[in-house]
């Protein structure tokens, strides 16, 4: 019998490997819905409203293309419990955000909000980011205008386009978080 791919226990145990890669393809005829395949599998995701494009840019809504590897983890510690991974953990905190301004010297990078501050507030009201994969898109080197805060969080109950990131249900989240390691390819195509 094959391992699914997907369990939900952690790579150490009950011989869970973490992965190798995975890949993120668009749906045929749908730009903002995709697949998220590990080892054959299968798994709906929604991704940016401008679809998949090799030349990603600040604020047209699409998801990059390219490989890129996690990063650390980002959960909402007052929500739910520390979800099992390979990656670094980081609680988000309320004032937590992302700076996506071009024009910043900290652009895509993490930043502390105050007030009403400009920049991708990480502790939302709603529960897209309750988990949210970090990935290093346009990190080294960070290209102003290239894109900022792409990642792998939460989808909408309707499965709605993303600003750029890849979304899915939060059973499938659990279930790749337990098998993801800084190693692991995230193949966006």
């Known amino acids: 019998m094959r391992n699914n791919p997907f369990s939900m226990t952690c790579p150490q145990r009950e011989g869970a490997l973490?992965?190798?890669?995975?890949?993120?393809?668009?749906r045929s005829g749908e730009r903002s819905r995709g697949w998220l395949f590990v080892e054959g599998r299968a798994v709906p995701v929604a991704l940016g409203r401008g679809g998949i494009r090799?030349?990603?840019?600040?604020?047209?809504?699409?998801?990059?293309r390219g490989v890129f590897h996690p990063l650390r983890l980002w959960w909402r510690k007052d929500r739910h419990p520390r979800p099992r991974t390979g990656l670094a953990v980081r609680?988000?905190?309320?004032?937590?955000?992302?700076?996506?301004?071009p024009r910043d010297r900290r652009y895509?990078?993490?930043?502390?909000?105050?007030?009403?501050?400009?920049?991708?507030?990480?502790?939302?009201?709603?529960?897209?980011?309750?988990?949210?994969?970090?990935?290093?898109?346009?990190?080294?080197?960070?290209?102003?205008?290239?894109g900022s805060a792409v990642f792998l969080h939460l989808a909408r109950e309707s499965f709605g386009p993303t600003a750029g990131c890849?979304?899915?249900?939060?059973?499938?989240?659990?279930?790749?978080?337990?098998?993801?390691?800084?190693?692991?390819?995230?193949?966006?195509?």
Not at 91 to 101: F, N, Q, S, T, Y
Not at 110 to 124: H, Q, S, T, V, Y
Not at 167 to 182: D, G, I, Y
């Open 18 to 26: 973490p992965l190798r890669e995975v890949y993120v393809r668009g």
């Open 54 to 64: 090799a030349d990603k840019r600040e604020g047209d809504g699409a998801t990059p």
């Open 91 to 101: 609680p988000i905190r309320p004032d937590d955000g992302w700076c996506e301004e």
């Open 166 to 189: 890849i979304a899915m249900t939060r059973p499938a989240m659990l279930r790749l978080l337990a098998r993801l390691t800084p190693q692991t390819r995230i193949v966006i195509e």
């Open 108 to 146: 895509n990078r993490p930043i502390r909000l105050a007030g009403e501050a400009p920049g991708d507030r990480l502790a939302r009201e709603d529960h897209l980011y309750d988990y949210i994969v970090e990935i290093d898109h346009n990190t080294r080197p960070r290209i102003t205008g290239r």
